[in-house]
């Protein structure tokens, strides 16, 4: 009886993935496939990045970007999160391509086909090579869950309303205006 050899992904292989309209991930070297948005999905995306960018741009803080948008954290785990900030401390990791290493916040907008990847195996990515903060953002519910880098690892920590992190001092942004129409 033989076994099964599975081979682990990595960005190479990723990059001959062909451009199909679908959002197209490496996790741990398993490919990850998802349909594109929804169109509440999307309007929370514009609302994050209409604040957030505004913000950013306003202050010389770093960059927004969203998806789609290669994070290579490494050569088997390539993700685009809905949206990202890297702060200007760290923009020599932005290439022309990609984001070669851990952005310092990460977004991701649940939707019925990301929800559990979004809130378990991401979370665990997103932790394990550094990224200082994760919200999750819930359409259904209109509520948002905060992880943030304590000394070792994401924690949770209670969201308030408005929306602030340590990493945009000074930015806030009400809870009902992510989900504004």
Not at 21 to 31: A, K, L, Q, S, W
Not at 90 to 105: F, Y
């Amino acid at each position: 009886m033989a076994l099964e050899t599975i081979t682990a992904l990595t960005y190479d292989d990723y990059a001959l993935i062909p451009d199909d309209g679908r959002r197209h991930e490496i996790i741990d070297g398993e490919h990850y496939v998802n349909p594109a948005p929804n169109s509440k999905h999307q309007r929370v995306v514009v609302n994050l990045v209409m604040a957030m960018a505004a913000f950013v741009k306003r202050h010389g803080l770093g960059h927004v970007y969203v998806a789609p948008y290669d994070v290579v954290l490494s050569s088997g785990d390539v993700l685009q999160p809905d949206v990202l900030f890297i702060t200007s401390q760290r923009e020599a990791l932005i290439t022309d391509a990609n984001l070669q290493g851990a952005p310092n916040l990460v977004i991701e907008i649940l939707s019925p086909s990301t929800r559990k990847l979004d809130q378990t195996v991401k979370l665990r990515r997103y932790d394990r090579f550094g990224v200082d903060e994760y919200w999750i953002v819930d359409p259904e519910s209109e509520t948002v869950a905060i992880y943030r880098r304590d000394a070792m690892r994401l924690v949770s920590v209670d969201p308030g309303d408005p929306l602030i992190s340590p990493l945009l001092p000074g930015f806030s942004l009400d809870v009902r205006d992510v989900f504004a129409e």
